[in-house]
């Protein structure tokens, strides 16, 4: 059976630290592996990965994949408390054509003050 | 930024009831889909369309169904609501041009009293 697993479940940290979030998985056919940040809405787009060891960057946030070892990890440098969220990894299954996500059952980062 | 709408984004109505939770997108997207999310917990996809007149059911089996008329709406209707609906739904969409990268709806908070 097709999986992601995101650790830590939950991580608190003080404002100015650097986090990594880390995402495994196991998927028959992988396509992508795509980062999301919620907060009490609906997930936003952060990262989407398709090649190893690549790096993708956008402000303090950066990402990168492994094939070979089926992992990624999300850093956040400097953290700030608008930073605290839910941080969700999905992979799309490359099986159909609609690139369906299998999601990990997140991150949750608190940053405080 | 994504241009998907969801109604109602809070509702709560009583046992028996029926539902019916709108999703819009403007931007010409052929797939699309319904995500439940208990509060804390992971996404799971419970229907996607690949088109007009296309909807399949996701991998988490739901008593509620879709329809796909137009390509820009996508509702799902619950016939006869119970607590155990009481969820958030959200919608998402896909375009051919960015990949895999879906973009979510802001949600609807269900409650099944």
């Known amino acids: 059976e097709d999986k992601v697993v995101q650790s830590p479940l939950s991580l608190v940290v003080h404002e100015g630290d650097t986090v990594t979030l880390n995402c495994s998985y196991e998927?028959?056919?992988?396509?992508?592996l795509l980062w999301y940040k919620q907060e009490k809405k609906a997930p936003t787009f952060l990262f989407m990965l398709t090649s190893s060891g690549i790096e993708k960057k956008s402000g303090r946030l950066s990402s990168i994949l492994d094939k070979k070892e089926l992992f990624s990890i999300l850093n956040i440098t400097a953290t700030q408390t608008g930073d605290s969220a839910v941080y969700l990894c999905?992979?799309?299954?490359?099986?159909?054509?609609?690139?369906?996500?299998?999601f990990g059952q997140g991150t949750t980062l608190q940053v405080k003050p | 930024e994504a241009d998907i709408y969801q109604t109602p984004r809070y509702l709560v109505i009583g046992t028996g009831k029926k539902i019916t939770l709108e999703c819009s997108q403007t931007?010409?997207?052929?797939?699309m889909y319904w995500y439940q999310q208990d509060p804390g917990m992971e996404l799971h996809l419970i229907h996607y369309?690949?088109?007009?007149?296309?909807?399949e059911k996701g991998d988490l089996s739901s008593e509620s169904t879709v329809s796909r008329i137009r390509t820009e709406h996508f509702p799902l209707t619950l016939e006869s609501a119970r607590p155990s609906h009481t969820s958030q739904y959200l919608c998402a969409s896909q375009g051919e041009g960015l990949g895999n990268t879906i973009y979510f709806g802001e949600g609807s908070w269900l409650t099944v009293v």
């Open positions: 998927v028959t056919n992988f396509r992508s």
């Open positions: 931007m010409g997207h052929d797939k």
């Open positions: 999905a992979v799309a299954d490359g099986s159909s054509n609609t690139g369906k996500l299998i």
């Open positions: 369309s690949y088109g007009v007149n296309s909807t």
